[in-house]
């Protein structure tokens, strides 16, 4: 079984930064790739940044060159870098965890606010 923690989530000012991290923890699986999805109310989840295990990484366009996506297999954790926030940007962030063999598996998500 996998289990996904995350942490840095919380309320920020339009213009301002935050740190998500992500740790992975379980035993007996392989990654294919982490990454971050957000949802906002009312709004169906949606890809923010991926990276592989090879490090290709991709970007929703929304967020391209404001966020970095950072990933260190060793400890098999996955950061995401955001800059420039904006309100939004405002939503619950997940990790995911794709494992070689195709499982997806999820975070219990982290709130991220953006508001003057």
């Known amino acids: 079984q996998v289990q996904l923690v995350e942490s840095g989530g919380g309320l920020v000012q339009p213009g301002g930064s935050l740190r998500l991290s992500c740790a992975a923890s379980g035993s007996g699986f392989s990654i294919y790739a982490m990454g971050w999805f957000r949802q906002a109310p009312g709004k169906p989840r949606e890809m923010v940044a991926t990276?592989?295990?090879?490090?290709?990484?991709n970007y929703a366009s929304s967020v391209k060159g404001r966020f970095t996506i950072s990933r260190d297999n060793a400890k098999a954790t996955v950061s995401l870098q955001m800059n420039s926030l904006k309100a939004e940007d405002t939503a619950v962030y997940y990790c995911h965890l794709r494992s070689i063999v195709f499982r997806d598996y999820w975070g219990q998500g982290t709130q991220v606010t953006v508001s003057s």
């Open positions: 990276i592989s295990s090879g490090g290709t990484i």
